[in-house]
């Protein structure tokens, strides 16, 4: 097999603009400097979230964080693998590749010089502090708590700064709480908007084609908002909850999955000077980098899984070797019940025991 130079695999790679190819499989839509569909790696109803930049050569989807160049997006759009994006690329193109050896291996590429971090003016959060109207906060105050004041929940929202937002578009209204992430330095990352129903429970796609968002995706998303440049910023996640780290300094850090869990649970069995509840937001969301704050400051951690979450939670605490790092599955070992399912989470299993509690 006669071999193909590297340079036309360099010359491909170069050539690929990622609207062209992107755009082979979707239709886009041009906005400013930027072009929109609708995402195909996530079930998308809402132009929005997709956005393909020219300027970059790469797309990113704000709300499943899909992102890549055009050999990505050939490779998890259309399965390829790497040496069948490049003839993709190259018929595209109308450069030749049909040589190229099944074994060439891409030349590793470096990462991008990270961007500046994006931190969000506070004043955006306390602007959002009215939780009159928040179906999240009511339905939590309307839980049949056993000798808990409604004093306690307003002081667990308070301090977790939980805010409300309502946006009207195309002639609907739509209401997300929104949970901040600030750090311990008291920088505000970005904020998860989500919808809750009156029982608790989020809204899915049947309830609501906009069921969840990001603040910073939402800035991004605005041509108005020039100070907000994706293209020259990032953002990065922080725990939900980080921002009281520093407030009591001998506290244990209690990590759990959501931020719902992460309040019941200040709720219920808060008591700062012994343990303040953090989430990180999902199971797959317990990282070095994320707890490396924690880790820095010689924190205590403990990790609380939810029923399902146990197995991948022991593995990641096994390889953090973090001789801080306590593993909890006490609690819901001892109190789980059949009836809360395979998948419950602490909160599930705690708002449960109020109910029996009560009845
Ligand atoms: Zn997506």
């Not at 886009?28 to 609708?38: A, I, M, N, T, V």
């Not at 056993?146 to 578009?169: A, F, M, P």
């Not at 924690?294 to 979450?309: A, H, N, S």
Request: aromatic letters at 10%; a neutral charge.
């Amino acid at each position: 097999m006669s071999k193909i130079d590297d340079l036309a695999i360099r010359r491909i790679i170069e050539t690929a603009n990622i609207v062209d190819v992107v755009g082979a499989f979707i239709p886009l839509k041009q906005k400013g400097p930027r072009y929109l569909g609708l995402c195909p790696f996530h079930e998308d109803h809402n132009i929005g979230s997709f956005i393909v930049y020219p300027r970059g050569n790469c797309y990113r989807c704000f709300a499943c964080e899909a992102k890549g160049d055009s050999i990505k997006f050939l490779q998890e759009h259309c399965n390829m693998d790497f040496i069948g994006a490049i003839r993709w690329l190259g018929q595209h193109y109308g450069i030749p590749v049909d040589d190229v050896p099944v074994d060439y291996t891409p030349p590793v590429k470096k990462e991008p010089e990270p961007l500046p971090m994006l931190t969000l003016p506070i004043d955006i959060v306390l602007r959002r502090r009215n939780l009159e109207h928040d179906t999240f906060a009511l339905w939590l105050y309307s839980l049949p708590w056993n000798g808990v004041q409604r004093d306690r929940i307003r002081k667990t929202l308070d301090e977790y700064l939980v805010g409300h937002s309502t946006i009207k578009q195309n002639g609907q209204q739509h209401d997300f709480t929104i949970f901040w992430q600030i750090d311990d330095k008291q920088r505000v990352r970005t904020g998860k908007m989500m919808k809750y129903r009156c029982d608790g429970h989020r809204m899915k796609k049947g309830d609501t084609p906009w069921t969840q968002d990001w603040v910073h995706a939402i800035l991004f998303r605005d041509e108005n908002l020039t100070q907000f440049d994706p293209d020259k910023m990032e953002m990065r996640q922080c725990l939900f909850g980080q921002h009281l780290l520093n407030a009591w300094q001998n506290a244990t850090i209690n990590i759990v999955e959501s931020e719902k869990t992460a309040l019941i649970m200040d709720i219920a069995y808060g008591n700062r000077y012994e343990n303040i509840w953090m989430a990180c937001g999902g199971l797959s969301n317990i990282s070095r980098d994320k707890l490396k704050p924690l880790m820095d400051l010689g924190r205590r951690i403990q990790l609380f899984p939810d029923k399902d979450g146990i197995k991948a939670w022991r593995e990641k605490a096994t390889e953090l070797k973090y001789d801080k790092l306590g593993f909890n599955t006490e609690f819901i070992d001892t109190y789980w019940k059949p009836e809360d399912g395979p998948k419950a989470d602490v909160a599930d299993v705690v708002l449960r025991m109020i109910r029996d509690n009560n009845t």
